[in-house]
């Protein structure tokens, strides 16, 4: 392999993340070179067998992910939130809790895809955001205006009925994207792009329909729950950050994400 080539490929501590001929997200990118950072503590720490091959297109042996587990459950132990910290937990995400909140929404999806330019698909879901978001209320406005640009656009099978989602509750679509529908009260469309693992959408919502608000002693296992996923995700990055730091690391940018580093 030509020196030019070779540098083109990103790595962890000269561990190839992709094919010569492959391009990937950076997301995945990310997600491949944790793993492989991961792997390597794993061996540090005597887990794992130094002759443990490698991950290939991102997936590990099982001798891998149980040296990975162990490893993680010994680095990042937590101590259980108290009840103190579950009460205002619960108050502070109040309408994370409550059951049986639904949304009527349709959206417009512009698929992220291998080979697909993020930073040339952006301007256009803009564009399209605000072209929507202008004529809403107006002459213009009304299912016709949305619904036409989802069958045009949308790289969703609900573009076929103008974007249509039906009544969604938490549960029903990415976590991404309920914390975008279920966080406030608008209605209308949403006044910015929501990420998610499939692309950008452009979102409408056309109704509300209020759950049931439980006490917090019948949600305390589920709340607490959440403070320790929570504590998780934080003290997981920051590891990562650590071991980041030791490694020699070609073409990715860990800190780029927004969300955790792994899955």
Known sequence: M???????????DGIALHRPDETLPAEVL???ACLVLLQGAARQAQLLDADEPAPVDGVA??????????LLERELA????????????FVAHAAEFRRGDAVRARHVLLAVTLGVDVARLRP????????????????????????????????????????????IGHDDCAPEIA??????RE???????VHSRFGLHVIEVLERRDGVMPTFEA?????????????????????LRVLAGGATIRGVDLEAGDGPMVQ
Do not use: K, M
Request: proline share 4%; charged share 30%; glycine share 10%.
């Open 219 to 239: 949600i305390r296992p589920a709340v607490e729950a959440a403070l320790q996923r929570q504590a998780f995700g934080t003290a997981l990055r920051q590891y």
């Open 179 to 184: 914390r975008e529908l279920f966080a406030g």
């Open 78 to 89: 937590q101590p259980r939130p108290d009840e103190a910290a579950c009460r205002r937990h």
């Open 30 to 32: 990310r997600q491949r």
């Open 187 to 193: 209605v209308g469309v949403l006044s910015r792009l």
């Open 124 to 167: 256009r879901a803009e564009a399209l955001l605000l072209s929507l978001r202008a004529t809403e209320g107006g002459a213009e406005s009304g299912d016709g205006r949305f619904a036409a640009a989802a069958r045009e656009w949308s790289n969703c099978p609900s573009a076929a009925r103008g974007g249509d989602l039906g009544w």
């Open 61 to 70: 042996g099982e001798a891998t992910d149980r040296a990975i587990e162990v």
């Open 2 to 12: 030509d020196r030019h080539r070779e540098d083109a490929i990103a790595s962890v």
